[in-house]
T-cell receptor, first 111, second 115 residues
Framework: DQQVKQNSPSLSVQEGRISILNCDYTNSMFDYFLWYKKYPAEGPTFLISISSIKDKNEDGRFTVFLNKSAKHLSLHIVPSQPGDSAVYFCAASSSWGKLQFGSGTQVVVTP | GAVVSQHPSWVICKSGTSVKIECRSLDFQATTMFWYRQFPKQSLMLMATSNEGSKATYEQGVEKDKFLINHASLTLSTLTVTSAHPEDSSFYIC???????????FGPGTRLTVT
């Protein structure tokens, strides 16, 4: 039973435009959410996180939005750059527990 | 962000031998580290949670006698794949949790090939 879902396996976006990645979760006990970027044969790179007491967190080009009532979070990347092409994972945890990962979204940024 | 290293980055071993993979948190102390395995084109699969000074907690279906985990210090956790077989060939990744923030930082991964 997958508690964190990324329903879009891939996303293509033009350089300079906004990338919006979506993530849904089912466990209402999740109170901390993270986004990671991953290149093949490398470990995930931490991008940004958000606690359930907030609905938005921003760090440079990355903004994460959390909608607790909908059990939905999204990652906005503005502007998208060619180096952003990678697989993006969302993850969630509750009470310092282990991370539950989504299945990932492959982002391709085109010139 | 915090830095986590893994060693070796890749290793080839013969079937039946054991292989040790190290995971180090370089600029912070991590009471909790995690070991993951990634199969091709799949998400990360948590194998075990490693707590400094205590026994690791293994996920269901992971053989604790085959995948030995030791977390002897606040900056080092090791995963030993014992009596490796070709089906153990995979990409193993560790992560360390920053105590005050709950952020987890991942190592670069270790590619294990068992021949």
């Amino acid at each position: 039973d997958q508690q964190v879902k990324q329903n879009s396996p891939s996303l293509s976006v033009q350089e300079g435009r906004i990338s919006i990645l979506n993530c849904d979760y089912t466990n209402s006990m999740f109170d901390y959410f993270l986004w990671y970027k991953k290149y093949p044969a490398e470990g995930p790179t931490f991008l940004i996180s958000i606690s359930s007491i907030k609905d938005k967190n921003e760090d440079g080009r990355f903004t994460v939005f959390l909608n607790k009532s909908a059990k939905h979070l999204s990652l906005h990347i503005v502007p998208s750059q060619p180096g952003d092409s990678a697989v993006y994972f969302c993850a969630a945890s509750s009470s310092w527990g282990k991370l539950q990962f989504g299945s990932g979204t492959q982002v391709v940024v085109t010139p | 962000g915090a830095v986590v290293s893994q060693h070796p980055s890749w290793v080839i071993c013969k079937s039946g031998t054991s292989v040790k993979i190290e995971c180090r948190s370089l600029d912070f102390q991590a009471t909790t580290m995690f070991w993951y395995r990634q199969f091709p084109k799949q998400s990360l699969m948590l194998m075990a949670t490693s707590n400094e000074g205590s026994k690791a907690t293994y996920e269901q279906g992971v053989e604790k006698d085959k995948f030995l985990i030791n977390h002897a210090s606040l900056t080092l956790s090791t995963l030993t794949v014992t009596s490796a077989h070709p089906e153990d060939s995979s990409f193993y990744i560790c992560s360390a949790r920053v105590p005050a923030t709950r952020e987890q930082y991942f190592g670069p991964g270790t590619r294990l090939t068992v021949t």
